[in-house]
């Protein structure tokens, strides 16, 4: 995977496209990110022994990896990733400008 925790994402399709936040989880199985502020949706819950008088709770849901683009904050804008070798060391990168990422 291309995209690690803590990495500055935008969300390039779905109801929250254009936001930006930082990935806070990754499922590699799913092929999902939790994107901090991005994808809040509400779910009732009924009262019972844990939660005495119920409601409608609000929390993120991961969106799926491919809705999401790397935010590059020394150029300003979404930019793809790619991967090279740099003194033996795996190092990713940016495709068009061929920056290699500090890790």
Do not use: C, W
């Not at 990495?7 to 254009?18: E, L, P, Q, T």
């Not at 969106?63 to 999401?68: A, D, L, R, Y």
């Amino acid at each position: 995977m291309k995209l690690r925790v803590g990495d500055k994402v935008k969300v390039i399709a779905g109801k929250d496209r254009g936001k930006e936040g930082l990935i806070k989880a990754i499922s590699k199985a799913n092929n999902t990110v939790l994107v901090e502020g991005v994808n809040f949706v509400k779910k009732h819950i009924k009262p019972g022994p844990l939660n005495e008088q119920g409601g409608i709770v609000s929390f993120e849901k991961p969106i799926n990896i491919s809705n999401v683009m790397y935010l590059s904050e020394e150029h300003s804008r979404p930019v793809r990733l790619g991967f090279t070798f740099v003194k033996g060391k795996k190092m990713r990168r940016i495709k068009k400008l061929n920056d290699v990422l500090e890790k």
